[in-house]
Structure formats: C-alpha cells, structure tokens
C-alpha cells in the first residue's frame, strides 16, 4: 500500500479545461485531507449576498459589525 501524501493546507487550482459549473475556475483551500477522505472549501467564487442578507436567513439571532456586514459572501463552501 502506498503511503498517503496529505495536501492539507494546499490549494487546488482548476485546469481551464474543466468543464464543470460547480468547479470551473475554482480555486480550493483544502482544510483537512487523510485516509479517511478530504474537505476542502472553494475560496474565489463570489456570491450574489452579503453577510447580512446570509446571517438573515438563519434562524439564530446574530449580528456583525457594519462595516462587516456588507461585505460580499464568497459562494462555494464544502467540496
């Protein structure tokens, strides 16, 4: 069996050739990688929302600062 080589903490950069809607010019830190699997989140595809339109649609009671809260959400999340 072939030791594993972690990329935690590195990037993954889309080819241009990657004809894929989600991850079409992606650019993915990713957080964790091991035997088990790997998590990482897409850090360059921005939102159509800023933070306050996203912490409004949670069902909690949160607040962020102003000059936080029209910053632009960057879509992606988990991949």
Request: aromatic letters at 6%.
């Given at each position: 069996?072939?030791?594993?080589?972690?990329?935690?903490?590195?990037?993954?950069?889309?080819?241009p050739?990657?004809d894929?809607?989600?991850?079409?010019?992606?650019?993915?830190?990713?957080?964790?990688?091991?035997?088990?699997?790997?998590?990482?989140?897409?850090?360059?595809?921005?939102?159509?929302?800023?933070?306050?339109?996203?912490?409004?649609?949670?069902?909690?009671?949160l607040?962020?600062?102003?000059?936080?809260?029209?910053?632009?959400?960057?879509?992606?999340?988990?991949?």
């Open positions: 069996m072939t030791e594993l080589k972690s990329l935690q903490n590195h990037f993954l950069v889309a080819m050739s990657l894929d809607p989600y991850f079409s010019r992606s650019l993915i830190y990713i957080c964790e990688h091991n035997a088990e699997g790997a998590m990482g989140i897409v850090v360059n595809q921005p939102s159509t929302m800023n933070v306050k339109q996203l912490l409004e649609q949670t069902d909690k009671e607040t962020v600062s102003d000059n936080k809260a029209e910053q632009i959400v960057l879509a992606g999340g988990p991949v």
